[in-house]
């Protein structure tokens, strides 16, 4: 049997200075969300391997949400069924040093 579950690379991502990857190693899953975590106030971008701290390359930016509210998401899933998206080429950058944007992640597994 085939189910959807949360990827261990889930999570807060602790971003300081420079973009960081999602996952180190080459890590592939069907859905991948990311947003800013409310209270926080980074804009968060989101973009590949290229991306800079200057919003150069980016393929999304998130607004921050510091007084509560309904937080940007940035969604990329496959429709197909299958885990095609490889986390290690995703990168996420955090405008404010030490703000953790929040990551879901979920893969297909064989149970």
Known sequence: ???????????????SGIPVPLATASKLVNKVAVKPRLGQWSKVLIGGPSLLPDESNAFAVLYPVPY?????VFLLQDEGGQNTIDLSQIYIYATVSGDTPMVEAFEYQTI
């Open 1 to 15: 049997m085939v189910v959807l579950n949360p990827s261990a690379e889930a999570g807060a991502h602790l971003v």
């Open 68 to 72: 509560g509210g309904i937080a940007d």
